[in-house]
């Protein structure tokens, strides 16, 4: 919150306090109130009264602790920034002033109590009566003359309220530090009042302090509370301390350097083709890389060497020979790999750094395989029923899969038709209509998608008999449009829109009339949009495309008013299966004001419409068939189907396979969730297996923090770099972690086939969705790394050592688009933050950014900003640049401090730049709402390009 949101006063006095006699604080509060008398005929006689005395700070014995709205810093807070001012606030707005003996003068007003700040070493509460006391050194206490400057009334700009008084403690606090604030009596009446009870006369008036020959003052405290400092630094300095890495300081984070050069132990060394035959080693990357990491030395002769001879004691391996691990063999049905080989299961088992990240995966399962067993153990009920019920599925599907070959698929296409005309409402082919309703817009009768013609014209029937006819035949000779009806009525008509009937505004007969009239308008043009819907998909399934455009595109305006878009689908027409979408907002009501609109629009079709539009109540002339252009006869006839192509579309939406694999999926679950190993197809072998939804990244992170990130600890404090994740390892890791799982499942006799994927998720995402798909469904073409979900190697991650995450372990971090930093107030709204964050140790924090499709990380910026909105008064650690400043960001506490405490008595010489260019005070005196808005903290952003971040420039 920044002072243009709050709007500050420098005191509150009632009009009774305002009407005290002095404006000194040293006297008896009292005042003279003025009488007028009214007498007879309008007579007005002033009487002066005698001096009233008021209750002044000698009456006050407590404080009830419910008016105490906040504190700050909050009790037993640590890690508190000395540089910032505590405070207390009240909900009653006139409290600090209440007991004031005096009234204000110069717009400056001392409060009654005041809040100080000791070292809690040595300064003790004790109990007294009527109020607890502690004995303060003088050197401690602030000058009371200042102290109207610490106090003050706040409200939010431009309202009325609400409204709070708050005290400031002007003294400069130091590091790591306990201290105790106290609320405190100003004026020596209200200290006697403390110490040895109120009301009664107080001959000591003036200060609680300072007297002569007097260092230690006995005050009593109305209330306490403690909070401990940290060292020095606030938001703004620790941010601006934090640097991007440089890259002498980068190297550590390169990665692990690994001696390959003989891989077995009392083998031959690798082959590497160097006369020299110096070292050969490879760095390995961890889960999170630099943008550019160090190559190793390794030559390219070496690593071929290296595929080649692991590839040789691979292949080695038999049930009774031991040999190094084919990891993820066994979900793929490999027991070996050609050195030659390509795709992600040669990159895993013949790459040196893929492998120790499988080795690792592979190794941490192995550390924790008890309480892994003992959690695949509590899931083995669920998990045999699922395999159960997929062989059931995988058997009926093999069944029903060769049924539907023998005795669907063979069927001509009136057979296939008759087949599925009893279901004709519920089964959909490709063009997403039901086999009825593509009939029905189709030149073939309508009886068509019945049983009844296909009974009456079956191959040994009397009718087909006597009339010599074949019934596939006619079939594709009417879905083809080839042989049309005599006396063919048109599909769809030209809407029309009746006119008024004369005389139906006084007629009743008239106005039924009329009502009649646009009733049949309207269902003439209801029907007209479903056809017309239902003709734009039939006819994109059959060949006819700029047909269905265009019918799509006259249809645009009326169905996208249905829809909610007062100018129809915005950007143009939607797709044919948008169109079909809308059919069901097509009834009478809704139709009824769009009648003349679609009317006009197919009075004069536009240009390359191409069909013709039949007027209404119209027959066609006789036609033996659509002709050589049948695409303008659609709108007469309906949408030409071709006979096979329907044939083909039947066979596929009554495929049993899909239908019995969605059931499958519908039924399977464990503990809540779908079970991850559940295959595409039915008949897919894979059983079904237990489900570890952890993160795993968090599991390296714990076991091995110097495979996450090789050298963060030694990165220096107060650091940035960007950072980003290592596909190749995150797959391998992946597959080692379930090739070694499966493997201890095997030897524990649990139910498993050693190719399921017990473990799919890496990152600690917030919306659990897995990371990798099923390791046996990997695409065996696809490099490492490339089958990771959800772009699970695309993340951008920004690591932050030192201070700044120490102190502030919830900064708020977020990426920013070029297009948002060219906005002056550098909007929120348009931040992106991360998708996670994982702290590294406690001064060390990784926040992984996901960014748009096609945006790069080294485009945006990235911004450090104080989280919370808390409202904070102090003044920066910094020292000044120069006499000047430009604004009151630029104050502090080189420029006010005055014997360990602020004083802001007057405004700071030379003023800052801003106040020059836009004074405040103008010539008045300054007051305790001037210190108040100079004092106040606004919320610190630092915003960085990304490129910096690498070692660019931005």
């Known amino acids: 919150m920044s002072e243009d949101d709050l709007e500050f006063a420098p005191y509150l006095q009632s009009s009774i306090g305002a009407a005290i006699r002095s404006s000194t604080p040293n006297l008896p509060p009292d005042l003279a109130p003025t009488l007028q008398l009214s007498g007879p005929r309008g007579q007005r006689l002033p009487v002066q009264g005698t001096g009233l005395r008021m209750l002044g700070p000698e009456g006050v014995v407590g404080l009830d602790t419910r008016h ?31 007991f004031t003996p005096a009234r204000a003068a110069d717009g400056r007003l001392r409060p009654w109590l005041l809040l100080i700040v000791v070292e809690a070493a040595g300064h003790a509460v004790q109990p007294g009566n009527p109020l607890p006391f502690v004995d303060v050194e003088l050197a401690l206490l602030p000058p009371l003359g200042d102290s109207w400057q610490w106090a003050h009334l706040q409200r939010p700009a431009g309202q009325r309220g609400p409204l709070i008084s708050r005290l400031l403690c002007p ?233 539907h070959r023998r005795h669907l698929q063979t069927l001509t296409p009136a057979e296939i038709v008759e087949v599925a005309a009893p279901v004709g409402d519920r089964v959909r082919t490709d063009s997403g209509l039901p086999l009825r309703t593509e009939l029905a817009v189709s030149p073939a009768p309508t009886a068509l998608a019945g049983t009844a013609l296909h009974r009456l014209l079956r191959r040994s029937g009397p009718v087909a008999r006597r009339a010599a006819l074949d019934g596939d035949s006619f079939a594709r000779r009417t879905l083809s449009g080839a042989l049309l009806p005599p006396l063919a009525v048109p599909l769809v008509t030209r809407p029309t829109v009746s006119p008024a009937v004369r005389g139906m505004d006084s007629d009743p007969l008239a106005a039924r009339v009329d009502g009649a009239l646009r009733s049949a308008d309207t269902r003439r043009a209801t029907g007209l949009l479903r056809t017309m819907s239902a003709l734009a998909p039939a006819a994109l399934a059959n060949g006819f495309t700029a047909q269905a455009e265009a019918i799509t595109a006259v249809l645009a305006p009326s169905v996208g008013q249905l829809a909610g878009a007062p100018q129809g689908f915005a950007g143009g ?60 006869l659609l709108l007469q006839y309906g949408v030409p189907v071709d006979p096979d192509g329907i044939k083909e579309r039947l066979a596929r939406a009554l495929d049993p396979g899909p239908l019995l694999a969605a059931r499958l999926a519908d039924r399977v679950t464990l503990a809540g969730e779908p079970l991850v190993a559940l295959p595409e197809q039915v008949a897919d072998p894979v059983m079904a297996c237990p489900d570890f939804p952890a993160a795993m990244a968090l599991a390296l992170k714990e076991s091995e923090p110097d495979w996450f990130l090789p050298g963060s600890a030694a990165v220096p404090d107060d650091r940035a770099v960007l950072l980003k994740a290592n596909g190749p390892f995150i797959a391998a890791f992946m597959v080692g972690a379930n090739d070694e799982l499966n493997r201890e499942m095997r030897w524990r006799e649990y139910p498993t086939d050693l190719r399921g994927s017990p473990f799919t998720h890496f990152w600690p995402r917030p919306d659990g969705l897995a990371d990798i798909p099923p390791v046996h469904g990997w695409a065996p073409d696809g490099a490492l790394g490339s089958h990771l979900a959800l772009d699970a190697d695309g993340l951008d991650v920004l690591l932050i050592r030192g201070r700044l995450v120490r102190r502030y372990p919830g900064l708020v971090v977020a990426a920013v688009p070029p297009a948002a930093v060219r906005r002056p107030d550098l909007d929120p709204d348009h931040w992106l933050a991360p998708v996670m964050v994982l702290p590294m140790d406690e001064r060390t924090c990784a926040y992984a950014f996901q960014l748009p499709p096609g945006e790069q990380i080294l485009d945006w910026w990235i911004v450090l900003a104080e989280n919370g909105r808390r409202l904070r008064f102090g003044y920066d650690t ?75 420039h931005p």
């Open 573 to 632: 027409a939607p797709d044919p299966a948008g169109l079909l979408a809308a059919e069901q907002l097509f009834d009478a009501p809704a139709v009824a004001p769009l009648v003349p609109g679609l009317a006009a629009a197919l009075a004069a079709p536009p240009e390359g419409f191409g069909m013709t539009l039949p007027e209404p109540d119209t027959a066609l002339t006789g036609s033996d068939g659509m002709g050589d252009d049948p695409g303008t």
């Open 68 to 98: 105490i709205t906040r504190v700050e810093p909050a009790p037993g807070s640590t890690e508190v920034e000395p540089n910032y001012l505590p405070c207390v606030e009240f909900d009653s707005p006139e409290l600090p002033w209440l």
């Open 171 to 403: 003294r400069r606090l130091g590091p790591d530090t306990d201290y105790l604030a106290c609320l405190v009596p100003a004026f020596q009446a209200g200290v006697t009042a403390g110490l040895s009870g109120g009301f009664t006369d107080v001959d000591q008036l003036g200060d609680a302090w300072p007297f002569p020959g007097q260092d230690v003052f006995r005050l009593p405290v109305y209330h306490h509370w403690g909070f401990r400092t940290g060292a020095e630094g606030d938001f703004e300095e620790l941010a601006t301390a934090v640097v991007p890495l440089g890259a002498a300081e980068a190297g550590p984070l390169g990665g692990r350097t690994v001696d390959i050069t003989r891989p077995w132990l009392h083998g031959p060394p690798l082959d590497s083709g160097d006369p020299a035959g110096g070292r050969q080693t490879i760095t390995v990357q961890g889960v999170l890389t630099l943008f550019a990491p160090p190559p190793g030395t390794a030559t390219a002769a070496a690593l071929e060497n290296f595929r080649s001879r692991v590839a040789e004691h691979i292949g080695r391996g038999t049930e009774t020979a031991l040999a190094p691990p084919l990891y993820g063999g066994h979900p793929v049905a490999a027991a070996a790999v050609e050195p030659s080989a390509a795709g992600w299961l040669a990159d895993l088992n013949l790459d040196p750094e893929n492998r120790i990240a499988a080795a690792l995966g592979a190794d941490w399962v192995r550390q924790n395989q008890e309480f892994l067993m003992a959690r695949a153990w509590e899931q083995v009920g669920a998990v045999r029923e699922a395999n159960r019920k997929r062989q059931e599925a995988a058997f009926c599907t093999r069944i029903a899969g060769s049924l």
């Open 878 to 952: 910094a020292p000044g640049t120069g006499d000047g400043m430009q604004t009151w960001d630029d104050l502090n506490w080189e420029r006010v401090q005055a014997g360990g405490f602020a004083s802001l008595g007057a405004m700071p010489r030379p003023e800052p730049v801003e106040e020059r260019e836009h004074p405040r005070v103008n010539g008045r005196p300054w007051n305790a709402a001037d210190v108040a808005r100079v004092t106040l903290q606004r919320p610190f952003r630092l915003l960085r390009s990304a490129r910096s971040l690498i070692g660019e």
